[in-house]
């Protein structure tokens, strides 16, 4: 499979619920990474996962949680949701470090009400 | 610590050539990029230049990089209306994590 696809494309949550972003990466892509971007500003890292395990993150607390499977998917937690969560999600993998770079998806707008 | 900057605003007429410009603040920085956002969409990367090269040219477009100063750009020759979107500067740190500066809306006019 090629390319990262992203689901839902878009997400309106209450304050205080939990929310699931669901990525699937490129074949053969084993580091996945998570970027929040909030509207008019750049991505800001989340986390990053070899290989199943968290080996990165940024300055975002505990309540954001993830998950990579072995077929290339992953997921990220958000729980107790707040209004400043709502920004677009954006999911990237690559296979080796540098060059080419990440496949970013094309993102999930979560609004949070 | 880490930091990117770019300018917020660049307007130019079609044609023209466009230089967006970004400065960076870790030195360790392994490869920089440039990626393109349209509204509504993810990123695609437009190109990338290893930290130890000073320019690299794909098409219409040209990166420099001065590793002295911590500065980036990337200029685009022969600007076209389908270039109008946000391009970001983003530095691959040597865990792999990408810093991005703001954006840079760039507006071109017919």
């Known amino acids: 499979e090629t390319g990262v696809t992203q689901s839902p494309t878009h997400l309106i949550k209450t304050r205080g619920q939990q929310v699931t972003l669901r990525c699937s990466s490129q074949?053969?892509?084993?580091?996945v990474s998570w970027y929040q971007q909030a509207l008019g500003q750049g991505p800001q890292f989340i986390f990053q996962y070899y290989r199943e395990e968290e080996n990165g993150r940024g300055n975002f607390p505990p309540r954001f949680s993830g998950l990579q499977f072995p077929n290339y998917s992953s997921e990220l937690n958000v729980n107790a949701l707040e209004l400043d969560d709502s920004a677009l999600y954006l999911c990237?993998?690559?296979?080796?470090?540098?060059?080419?770079?990440?496949?970013f998806g094309s993102g999930t707008r979560l609004t949070v009400v | 610590g880490e930091d990117v900057e770019q300018s917020l605003f660049l307007s130019v007429r079609e044609g023209d050539s466009s230089v967006i410009n970004c400065t960076y603040t870790?030195?360790?920085?392994?490869?920089l990029y440039w990626y393109k956002q349209e509204p509504g969409a993810g990123l695609q990367l437009l190109t990338y230049i290893f930290s130890n090269m000073d320019m690299k040219q794909d098409q219409r477009l040209t990166v420099l990089l001065n590793k002295k100063d911590k500065h980036l750009s990337l200029r685009i020759a022969d600007t076209q209306t389908g270039d109008s979107a946000i391009y970001f500067c983003a530095e691959s740190m040597v865990d792999g994590k990408l810093i991005f500066g703001q954006g840079t809306e760039l507006s071109v006019k017919p």
């Open positions: 870790d030195s360790s920085s392994t490869y």
């Open positions: 074949s053969g892509h084993n580091t």
């Open positions: 990237a993998s690559r296979d080796v470090p540098g060059g080419d770079g990440y496949t």
